[in-house]
C-alpha cells in the first residue's frame, strides 16, 4: 500500500458559505485555453474553439474566456477561482466533447481539490462539548427502567383530553350556539 497520500495537504470538506441563498454565485472566475495552431495534440481544442466555445461563453456568462496561442506545446486548460486558487489541466489529445466536459466540471467546482487529503467527512467550526445531538438527547431517563409495553409512557405528554373529545365538545358548544341564535330570533 502507498503512503503517497500522506503527503497530500490536509483539509476539511468545505463550500463558499451562502452560496445559494438568494442566487447562485459560479465559483469559476477565469479560463484560459492554451493551444498550438499546428501541433496535432492541439486538435481537440482547436475544435471546441471553433464550435462550443461561443456556446460555453453564452451559458456561463460570469466566467471569462481567454485563448492563447502557444507554438510547439501541447494544449492547456488554466482555471482560476475566486477564492485565488489555480488548477491546470492537460488537454493533450482530448476530443472537444472531453474538453467540454472538462470545461463543465471546472464551472461545477468551489476550488482545485486536486491535491487535497480529507481529514474528517464531519466538521464543524464550532464543536460542541456535550458531543452530537441524536434523538436520545433530552428524553426521560425513567425510560431506561421501563418495561414496555407501558400504558402511561403510551399516552400523549402534554394533553389530557384527546382530539375525539375535543370535537365532541366543539359540536356541543356549536349546537348550544345555534339553540340560543334561534331563541334570540
Not at 471546472?106 to 456535550?130: A, E, F, M
Not at 400504558?151 to 340560543?180: M, T, W, Y
Request: some cysteine; hydrophobic content about 30%.
Amino acid at each position: 500500500m502507498s503512503n503517497s497520500h500522506l503527503f497530500l495537504k490536509p483539509g476539511f470538506i468545505n463550500v463558499p458559505l451562502q452560496n445559494g441563498v438568494g442566487r447562485y454565485v459560479s465559483q469559476l472566475q477565469r479560463v484560459v485555453l492554451k493551444f498550438c495552431k499546428n501541433n496535432g495534440s492541439s486538435r481537440g481544442m482547436r475544435e471546441f474553439i471553433e464550435s462550443g466555445l461561443v456556446n460555453f461563453a453564452k451559458e456561463n456568462p460570469g466566467v471569462v474566456v481567454y485563448l492563447k496561442p502557444r507554438r510547439h506545446r501541447s494544449a492547456v486548460i488554466k482555471a482560476e477561482y475566486l477564492n485565488g486558487d489555480e488548477q491546470w489541466m492537460s488537454c493533450r489529445n482530448s476530443t472537444q466533447e472531453e474538453i467540454s466536459k472538462w470545461l463543465n466540471l471546472l464551472v461545477c467546482q468551489s476550488k482545485n481539490h486536486t491535491g487535497t487529503r480529507i481529514r474528517k467527512l464531519w466538521h464543524t467550526d464550532h464543536p460542541s462539548i456535550q458531543g452530537p445531538w441524536t434523538p436520545f438527547t433530552f428524553r426521560d431517563p425513567k425510560l431506561n427502567l421501563a418495561t414496555f409495553p407501558n400504558e402511561e409512557l403510551a399516552k400523549p405528554k402534554d394533553s389530557d383530553v384527546s382530539n375525539h373529545e375535543r370535537l365532541i365538545e366543539l359540536f356541543k358548544k356549536q349546537k348550544l350556539g345555534d339553540l340560543e341564535n334561534r331563541r334570540g330570533e
